[in-house]
């Protein structure tokens, strides 16, 4: 694939260097997003990105555009997208305007034809403006799993080939490959064909460190000990049985929210309080309550003491 | 890296090996794939371990459930195999001679008077112990699993029993359930003020992930000594663990059933999203003239863009009439949470289970979010137990027809779940008959591998010849299939 672009200037120096890039622009990353990344670029292919909600999907993409200095282009999937939206479109309108104001004139069909199938009247969709950018840009095809499977099929040959065919035109080739990021929430299978062009990156809620870290990045005015209770706390709650456990950006709402309170320890009274930032569902929140007011041992504080 | 192993050719070769451990052990790898994993490991610098790992993983796992299978055979294929196999430098050698106990630096080093070269009296093993947790000192959690299995897992060459078994003598001696007790003691009585609850939880959280990662580090330990005594591929067999959806619901330990019901969640939701889609989507129906002229008139009138009326096929009431005797309960606890989580598909869901007696137990599940409370209370408050609290289908079945049979009618589909293991009492199959000639459809679904249907007590096969059709439903992937057909 990358032959035949004769491009051999790589973006990324190691899986280290893509690590202290995305720091610089606070993305906090681990070896494995690193790692991918790294590797994307090296061999020229899309990377599918899948984990529960907010853990840092979308912001990877945006992270790693901005390390590049290039262009984000978006697309965001949804039910019953289709080539018109994703690709490209011919201006109907503008075609038939036209049409009618060579009526008038001598032109032949054929002409008409030629001249309004032509660039001008190409309503450029995320895809095909992604390929036929001048500039870098990183192609973001945001939450793919809520698009039908058999519209996956438009996808597949940008993400194995880098270009698009278009019947009036022609084969539209990319002059570079872009990074191109697929997220999914994996509310539905995806297909192998789609799966097999891509690297996979599972991200995870991430470990209680880099968690820490996120939080002391993103909340910078918040103290070390504040947002170390904080992801404790929050690690404690993502260990019960719950219908959804909290996210990265729930973390950060809450640490925000907490500050905002003038808490600098938290206690009890204050994360029962404040639990509904953190979980969505009533049923949850009950029962991280129960949970967190619960008293864990049989030996009560006051045992006696030996020493 | 060693030399032998920088030349492509042989490097080619790992990689060739190391894919057909991963198929062995159930993971999908296609071909393009693995071209892919060939040509990152070009890019990847290989000293660094873990980009190696992250890179294959990258190119040859493409669904998360399987990263633990994938996992456990890249240490044992590539960290294990010896240190001629071994990648970079961030493993310790191996230490297969039963010298651990003298020759620790970070054990003596750990000021708890380990006596020099002389082996560790018992006392001095339990405070190393302690003061490991304590300070969560990565290098003597190390040291101290070293410690501890050549101490007490009692491992002997050639003797065929598994890693856990050797897990399990460890742990045992190890005591930690006591060890974290005395941690938090400690805690407690370090504290200026007494622990809030808040605290306390906090802290038995941290103590704990720090027993994980001790024990961890006994499980790779016993791997490694394994490996050594039975070789890479002997030990690769016996690691291959079920994946999730792949588990016998009969036969599920509880570390089994815990990632059952952690895989369950988003199954079911997977799942209703597939079934709504079917439900919208699924059939064309007739040509729609009116709105498709009304849509032409945009593109003077031609009829570009045909419309179809989509029809609406009147949803299915459920009747989950469910064996839950011991053998069989985990089988209906998975089936009954699939199809209540799912239960938007359905006008209505009812649910019966039964031993020898059978009881309805819908209310439990109406209004409640979390369906776990509503499988506990079916274990603990249905009225199950008829004579002996073993199962009787016929008397169950019985007993069935005439409270709520004619309550099926024929927008009800029943669903009978069991091994139709019916201790030799009467079969009482007219009633499924009856039920199958009011209702839309009668499913049976039997947890039992199909090779054992029909042999000892079991009749599902006189059960079966009244129904629409009885289904191996073994697993989830199993269950999770019969569910998508349904109708
Ligand atoms: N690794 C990280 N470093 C810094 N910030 C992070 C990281 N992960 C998540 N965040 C924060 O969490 C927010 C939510 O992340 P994002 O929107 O990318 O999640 P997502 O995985 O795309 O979620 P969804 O599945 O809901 O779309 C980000 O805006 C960012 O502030
Ligand atoms: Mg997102």
Not at chain 1, 212 to 226: A, C, H, Q, W, Y
Not at chain 2, 53 to 58: E, F, P
Request: hydrophobic share 40%; net charge negative.
């Amino acid at each position: 694939m990358r032959d035949k672009f004769h491009r051999m200037d790589f973006r990324f120096e190691s899986p280290t260097s893509v690590r202290a890039r995305l720091r610089d622009v606070d993305y906090l990353s681990d070896d494995a997003i690193a790692g991918v990344v790294f590797l994307a670029d090296r061999l020229g292919k899309p990377i599918l990105v899948e984990g529960p909600a907010g853990t840092g999907k979308t912001q990877l993409a945006k992270s790693v555009a901005e390390i590049l200095g290039a262009r984000l282009i978006r697309l965001q999937c949804y039910e019953g997208l289709d080539e018109s939206k994703a690709l490209y479109e011919w201006n109907y309108k503008k075609q038939l305007l036209r049409i009618q104001a060579e009526r008038n004139n001598e032109s032949t069909w054929e002409d008409i034809e030629t001249d309004i199938f032509s660039d001008e009247f190409l309503l450029t969709r995320p895809l095909l403006e992604a390929i036929r950018s001048d500039d870098p840009v990183v192609l973001l095809i945001d939450e793919v799993d809520r698009v039908e499977i058999e519209t996956e099929a438009l996808l597949l040959e940008i993400l194995s080939d880098y270009q698009v065919s278009i019947p009036e035109l022609g084969t539209i080739t990319a002059k570079q490959i872009p990074m191109v990021f697929l997220t999914s929430n994996n509310t539905r299978e995806l297909s192998e064909a789609l799966k097999r062009r891509c690297l996979f990156l599972h991200i995870d809620y991430p470990d209680m460190e880099r968690e820490k870290e996120i939080v002391l990045t993103r909340v910078p005015e918040i103290t070390d000990s504040l947002a170390d209770q904080v992801t404790r706390i929050v690690r404690s709650i993502r260990q019960l049985e719950l219908k959804k456990s909290p996210s990265v950006s729930e973390t950060i709402d809450w640490a925000r929210t907490l500050l905002m309170l003038g808490v600098d320890s938290i206690t009890e009274a204050d994360a029962i309080e404040t639990l509904n930032i953190l979980l969505k569902y009533q049923s949850d929140i009950t029962r991280a309550t129960k949970e967190l007011s619960a008293d864990t041992t049989q030996r009560r504080p006051g045992v006696p003491r030996t020493s | 890296m060693t030399a032998t192993m920088s030349s492509d050719g042989s490097m080619l070769d790992l990689l060739t090996g190391f894919i057909v451990e991963l198929r062995a052990a159930g993971l999908p790898v296609s071909l393009t794939e693995n071209l892919d994993a060939m040509q990152a490991i070009i890019h990847i610098p290989i000293e660094d371990r873990n980009a190696f790992k992250y890179a294959l993983a990258a190119t040859l796992v493409k669904n998360n459930a399987h990263w633990r299978a994938f996992e456990t055979v890249f240490e044992v294929y590539f960290s294990l195999r010896g240190p001629g196999y071994a990648l970079g430098g961030s493993d310790e050698p191996l230490e297969l001679d039963d010298d651990d106990t003298a020759a620790n630096p970070e054990a003596a080093g750990a000021g708890t008077g380990g006596g020099g070269g002389e082996a560790l009296t018992p006392e001095q093993m339990a405070e190393m112990l302690f003061k490991a947790l304590q300070k969560g000192d990565e290098a003597m959690m190390k040291a101290l699993a070293r410690q501890a299995v050549t101490r007490y897992a009692g491992m002997e060459p050639g003797r065929p029993v598994g890693g856990t078994y050797y897990l399990y003598r460890t742990l045992r001696n190890l005591d930690l359930d006591n060890v974290l007790e005395q941690l938090m003691s400690q805690a407690r009585e370090e504290s200026p003020e007494p622990l809030t609850p808040l605290e306390e939880r906090l802290e038995k959280d941290e103590f704990e992930s720090r027993v994980d990662r001790l024990k961890q580090e006994i499980e790779a330990e016993i791997r490694r000594r394994l490996v050594a005594d039975r070789g890479v591929e002997a030990m690769a067999k016996t690691l291959r663990k079920p994946l999730p959806e792949d588990v016998d619901f009969m036969h599920a330990s509880r570390e089994e059933l815990m990632s059952l019901r952690k895989a369950i969640y988003p199954l079911t939701r997977k799942l209703a999203v597939r079934l709504a889609r079917k439900r919208r989507h699924g059939r064309k129906g007739p040509l729609d003239f009116r709105n498709t002229v009304r849509h032409s008139l945009s593109y003077g009138g031609v009829p570009v863009d045909p419309k179809f009326r989509y029809p609406r096929p009147a949803k299915p009431e459920i009747f989950v009439v469910a064996d839950i005797s011991g053998s069989v309960a985990a089988f209906a606890r998975f089936t009954l949470q699939l199809v209540y989580a799912i239960s938007g598909q359905f006008s209505r869901v009812r649910s019966f289970v039964f031993i020898d007696g059978i009881d309805e137990v819908t209310k439990f599940f109406e209004g409640v979010e979390d369906i776990s409370v509503a499988i506990h209370r079916v274990n603990t408050e249905a009225d199950v137990v008829w004579v002996d609290g073993h199962s009787d289908y016929g008397h169950a079945f019985e007993v069935f027809w005439e409270r709520y049979g004619r309550e099926i009618s024929p927008k009800t589909t029943v669903l009978i779940l069991g091994d139709a293991r019916n201790n030799y009492h009467s079969s009482q199959a007219w009633v499924v008959g009856e039920m199958r000639k009011k209702a839309r459809h009668v499913y049976w679904l039997n947890p039992e591998p199909k090779a054992y249907w029909d042999t000892g007590d079991s009749i599902v096969g006189e059960y079966g010849v009244h129904c629409d059709g009885t289904y191996e439903c073994r697993n989830l992937r199993q269950l999770e299939k019969f569910v998508e057909v349904l109708d």
